[in-house]
């Protein structure tokens, strides 16, 4: 799915909300901000995301990816004060034993 499409379909769901009546507390001044945060946030979050498929591959890049929630634990904790409970540690620890197995795995098997 291209980016430009992913746009369009979150600017009709925004306009949708709109059109709708949906109560939201957005001021009409709050909109540019909105739609600057989300075409920067996800739009180039996409662009990188799959320019990095093409660049380096999709193994290094999905490994990359997979340590964005561990990356969004740590940024909640220092910036929110959120606390890290046993399930987030133990959700970490996951991941990084998944990274450090399929990294394993390809270092082996370019040996070959």
Not at 28 to 45: A, C, D, Q, R
């Amino acid at each position: 799915m291209s980016s430009t499409k992913i746009h369009n379909q979150g600017g009709i769901l925004f306009v949708t909300v709109l059109l709708s009546k949906i109560p939201t507390n957005i001021t009409p001044s709050e909109i540019p901000n909105i739609l600057f945060l989300g075409i920067l946030g996800f739009g180039f979050s996409l662009y990188f995301f799959l320019h990095s498929l093409k660049r380096i591959g999709t193994v290094r890049t999905i490994l990359i990816f997979s340590t964005s929630s561990i990356f969004g634990l740590v940024f909640a904790t220092i910036f929110l004060h959120e606390p890290i409970g046993t399930y987030q540690l133990i959700a970490i620890a996951i991941i990084l034993f998944g990274i450090h197995l399929i990294a394993r795995e390809g270092q082996e098997s370019t040996k070959v």
